[in-house]
C-alpha cells in the first residue's frame, strides 16, 4: 500500500484541512504515515501570510531533494496558500515540485494523484463560490483525541489591505449547521471533549440554504429570516452538545455581536475565551488597513464583553510597523493594550504581500529596526499583561479540560481552563480527557500551576473563589 505524508504550517485552519486531505487521499488506497522515508507522497500544506511563513516552506522543500533521489517514485505536493497564490509558477520555481493544489480544489486530488503517478505534473487552484468539504469526514491526525477543529466558513470577504487571505481562500462562505452538527456528533460519539468552531472570520457565518456572504441581500426576506446567523449556530451547538466544551476563532470585532456576547454567557459549556485581533490602536492605521471600526469603538466591544462575562479572557494580534505607522502611532497601540490587557496575543512586523492593496497603495516605509524595536516593545509589554492575567487567577478554582501530559514533567497533565490558559497540575488518578478542577496556587506568565481538589460542586461560569 502506498504511503503519504501531510506536513501543515500556518493557521488552524490549514490544520483542519489537512485532515480533510488526509480522508481524501485515504480513499486513494493511501494510509498516513508520520516519517518522511516511508512516504511515497510528500504534501505540505502551505501559509502565505508572511513572507518569513514562505521562505520556511521553500526551506522545506530543497530538504526533500535528497529523498526524492532515494525514491525515485516519490511525489512532492504543495496545498494551500502559497499554492494558491503562486499557481503553476511554483513548478518552475520549485523543480522539486509535482502536485500545486488550492484550498478549494482538495476534492481533484484523486484525479491530480493519477496525473502525477503518469509523470505529468498537475494543478488546480480553482477558488469555489460553494465548496465547504461540509460532506467530507475528516480524519484526525495526530490527534490528543480530547480536542478537535471544526470548520464552519471558508474564505474572507474583508479586504483588509495587509492581508493576502481572500486573495488565496478566496470569498466567504458558510457551512450547512446540519453537517456541522453531523461531524461534531461523531466527534462527541468517539469521547472528544472540546470542538474550536473554525472561520477567518466566525462571527458573519450565515447559512441560508447556501452560497456566499455577499448574495445574502439578494434572496427573499423570508429566507433571510429564517438564515441561521453565528449566534443561533452557537445556540445550536450548545445545546445539543451540553457536555462539550465549545470555542471558536477567529472572531472580527467589526462582526462580533451582542446577540453572540449573550449566547456565550448563557450557556456554560462555551468558553469564556475570545480572540479579538485588533492589529494596531491607532485610528489613522485601522483605516488604512480597511479595518471596519475605530479604536473607541473597539474598546466599547471590550467594555461590553466583560459587563455581560467580568472572567471572559480577550487575546489579540497586532501588527508593529504598517506603512505610515508613526512612533505616535505606536505609542497609541500600547495604549489600548494598556486598556484592555490582554490575556495573551499573537504579534507580527508587518510583512508586504504581492497583489495586496497595501502592496499597490503604500510604501512599506517603516524601517526593519523600527519595525523590530516596536515589535519588541509590544511583546514585553504583552508579557506584562499575561502575567496580570495570570495571577488573578491564584488561589482560584478552575474547570480544566486533560489533553495530555505536561511537557516538563511526565508526572504533571497539561490542559486548559476555559479562558484558554495552560493549567499544569499532578496526574493523581486522573486521566486524558477528564474534566478536573484546579486550585491554582503558582503561576507563570503563560502557564498556571496548580493542584487537583475534590469539588462536587459545579463551577459557575469556571472560576469560583477557594474561600466561598
Ligand atoms: N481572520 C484570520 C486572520 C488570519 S491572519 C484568522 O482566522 O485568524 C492572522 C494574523 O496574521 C492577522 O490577524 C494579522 O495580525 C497577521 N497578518 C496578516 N497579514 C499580515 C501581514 N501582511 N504582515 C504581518 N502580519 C500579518
Ligand atoms: Fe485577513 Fe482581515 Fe480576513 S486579516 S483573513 S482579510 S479579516
Not at 520555481?93 to 481533484?108: H, S
Not at 461534531?184 to 469521547?191: A, E, G, H, Y
Not at 467589526?254 to 494596531?280: A, E, F, R
Not at 516596536?374 to 478554582?397: A, C, W
Request: net charge positive.
Amino acid at each position: 500500500m502506498k504511503k503519504f505524508y501531510i506536513e501543515s504550517y500556518g493557521c488552524q485552519m490549514n490544520f483542519a484541512d489537512s485532515e480533510v486531505v488526509a480522508s481524501i487521499v485515504s480513499k486513494e488506497g493511501y494510509t498516513s504515515t508520520q516519517s518522511l522515508n516511508d512516504a511515497d507522497l510528500i504534501l505540505l500544506n502551505t501559509c502565505s501570510i508572511r513572507e518569513k511563513a514562505e521562505q520556511t516552506i521553500r526551506k522545506r522543500l530543497k530538504g526533500f531533494n535528497k529523498l526524492k533521489r532515494k525514491n525515485k517514485n516519490l511525489k512532492v505536493g504543495v496545498l494551500g496558500c502559497m499554492a494558491e497564490r503562486l499557481k503553476s509558477q511554483f513548478l518552475d520555481e520549485e523543480k522539486i515540485v509535482d502536485l500545486v493544489v488550492g484550498p478549494d480544489a482538495y476534492k481533484d486530488i484523486p484525479n491530480l494523484i493519477k496525473e502525477i503517478n503518469d509523470g505529468r505534473n498537475a494543478v488546480n487552484v480553482i477558488l469555489s463560490k460553494e465548496e465547504t468539504y461540509g460532506d467530507i469526514n475528516p480524519i484526525r491526525l495526530s490527534s490528543n483525541g480530547v480536542t478537535a477543529f471544526v470548520s464552519i466558513t471558508r474564505g474572507c470577504d474583508n479586504m483588509c489591505t495587509f492581508c493576502v487571505v481572500p486573495f488565496t481562500r478566496g470569498r466567504e462562505r458558510s457551512r450547512d449547521p446540519k453537517s456541522i452538527l453531523d461531524e461534531i456528533k461523531k466527534l462527541v460519539d468517539k469521547n472528544y471533549k472540546e470542538i474550536t468552531l473554525l472561520g477567518q472570520n466566525v462571527d458573519s457565518y450565515l447559512w441560508y440554504g447556501g452560497g456566499l456572504k455577499k448574495d445574502f441581500k439578494k434572496i427573499s426576506a423570508l429566507r433571510q429570516k429564517t438564515s441561521i446567523n453565528f449566534s443561533k449556530l452557537l445556540k445550536l451547538v450548545a445545546e445539543s452538545f451540553p457536555l462539550l466544551r465549545i470555542r471558536f476563532s477567529t472572531s472580527n470585532p467589526q462582526d462580533m455581536s451582542s446577540d453572540v456576547i449573550k449566547t456565550m454567557s448563557n450557556y456554560y459549556n462555551i468558553c469564556n475565551h475570545i480572540h479579538l485581533p485588533v492589529q494596531s490602536g491607532s485610528n489613522k492605521i485601522l483605516k488604512a488597513m480597511n479595518r471596519q471600526h475605530t479604536r473607541e469603538e473597539y474598546l466599547e466591544l471590550i467594555n461590553q464583553i466583560k459587563k455581560v462575562m467580568p472572567d471572559c479572557s480577550i487575546s489579540q494580534d497586532i501588527i508593529s510597523g504598517f506603512p505610515n505607522e508613526t512612533q505616535n502611532d505606536h505609542e497609541l497601540t500600547l495604549d489600548l493594550m494598556e486598556k484592555v490587557k490582554y490575556d495573551f496575543g499573537y504579534m507580527f512586523k508587518y510583512s508586504e504581500r504581492p497583489g495586496t492593496l497595501a502592496s499597490k497603495k503604500f510604501d512599506d516605509n517603516v524601517s526593519e529596526l523600527n519595525k523590530k524595536n516596536r515589535l519588541q516593545e509590544i511583546v514585553d509589554l504583552q508579557q506584562k499583561h499575561s502575567y496580570y492575567r495570570t495571577k488573578s487567577f491564584m488561589g482560584k478554582i478552575v474547570e480544566v479540560l486533560i489533553e495530555k501530559e505536561s511537557k516538563k514533567s511526565n508526572s504533571q497533565w497539561s490542559g486548559r481552563n476555559q479562558q484558554n490558559t495552560v493549567v499544569v497540575f499532578e496526574k493523581e488518578d486522573y486521566k486524558i480527557g477528564d474534566f478536573v478542577n484546579v486550585l491554582i496556587t503558582d503561576c507563570t506568565s503563560a502557564t498556571l500551576i496548580g493542584n487537583p481538589i475534590n469539588y462536587s460542586k459545579k463551577l459557575k461560569n469556571g472560576i469560583i473563589y477557594s474561600n466561598n
